[in-house]
């Protein structure tokens, strides 16, 4: 993760819903940082348990919802639209991270290739960045974060190369 933690990060879809999935959207309140939910991400979550849980999490304040909303961010998102390659999550996502600076939370590799295209420097997290933080600031166990791997992989079709967290963050 190429980040530092005062800076917001803006989620796709598909890392907010690994933490939906398992629920522990709570933890994304424990990252240290604003986690901004744009519009367009929002309304790729369509499951009504899943809807209702990251409703819950902006109510709580875990979730900042905003949106594409200057001319520059607007011009981006529909030129990153344009070749049809990246969903509407995605591309708002990116729009919002390379317009503002901001940390563009993606699991997909098209998405952070094109981001990184656009900018070299832009500062991209996935998943399981999220998570090792989490582990580094004593939010999770290494026990839990790997049982995490191990859910996602059984329950919920996402395969993470990491096979456990031990790996990148061995015990003292």
């Known amino acids: 993760m190429q980040r530092q933690s005062a800076i917001p990060i803006v989620l ?3 890392v907010l819903l690994n933490f939906v999935k398992i629920g522990r959207i709570e933890l994304l309140g424990q990252i240290g940082t604003v986690v901004v939910l744009l519009d367009q991400v929002f309304d ?3 499951r009504p348990d899943q809807r209702k849980a990251v409703e819950d999490a902006v109510a709580a304040g875990i979730l900042d919802l905003q949106s594409v909303r200057n001319t520059v961010e607007v011009a981006l998102f529909a030129d990153l639209r344009a070749d049809g390659r990246l969903g509407a999550g995605e591309c708002a996502v990116l729009a919002v991270a390379l ?3 901001w940390v563009a939370g993606l699991q ?3 998405a952070c290739v094109e981001g990184q295209r656009r900018c070299k420097d832009l500062a ?3 998943t399981e960045d999220l998570v090792l933080e989490l582990i580094q ?3 999770l166990t290494l026990k839990e974060a790997d049982g995490f791997l191990i859910e996602w992989a059984v329950k919920h079709r996402f395969k993470s190369k990491l096979t456990s967290f031990r790996k990148r963050y ?3």
């Open 44 to 46: 790729e979550v369509r």
């Open 99 to 101: 317009t503002r600076g």
């Open 170 to 172: 061995p015990p003292t």
């Open 137 to 139: 600031t004593g939010h």
């Open 12 to 14: 796709d879809a598909s």
């Open 124 to 126: 991209l997290c996935q």
């Open 108 to 110: 997909d590799k098209r």
